[in-house]
């Protein structure tokens, strides 16, 4: 079966640190562009991060120097080192793939395999 499961979410006061888990299965998800997504309460999915089969990452102007995301690819595994969060990063986060696409971009709408998502909480 096909799917990514993310793990890792939670609660955390501001200026604390997570890390988001997404286990790919069924499918060599690390050899294309794997990523992540967030959806906060009224707002759009936006783009916080991906990175492609080389490593190579991008990160959503909110979130840079705070967040890293990483893969390992051996285990087919897709993470997300937050820290600094703040109260605007509390979501869902969701993990995503482009399947059968080695290119990376920003936009959900061009990602064809998710997760179901994970909660992150951050109090101020």
């Known amino acids: 079966q096909v799917q990514v499961v993310e793990s890792g979410g939670g609660s955390v006061q501001a200026g604390g640190s997570l890390r988001l888990s997404c286990v790919a299965s069924?499918?060599?998800?690390?050899?294309?562009?794997m990523g992540w997504f967030r959806r906060a309460p009224g707002k759009e999915r936006e783009g916080v991060a991906t990175i492609d089969r080389y490593g190579a990452a991008t990160y959503a102007e909110s979130v840079k120097g705070r967040f890293t995301i990483s893969k390992e690819n051996a285990e087919n595994t897709l993470y997300l080192q937050m820290n600094s969060l703040k109260p605007e990063d509390a979501a869902m986060y969701y993990c995503a793939v482009r399947r059968y696409v080695f290119t990376c971009d920003m936009s959900p709408g061009s990602y064809n395999l998710w997760g179901q998502g994970t909660q992150v909480t951050v109090s101020s």
């Open positions: 069924g499918y060599a998800a690390s050899n294309y562009c």
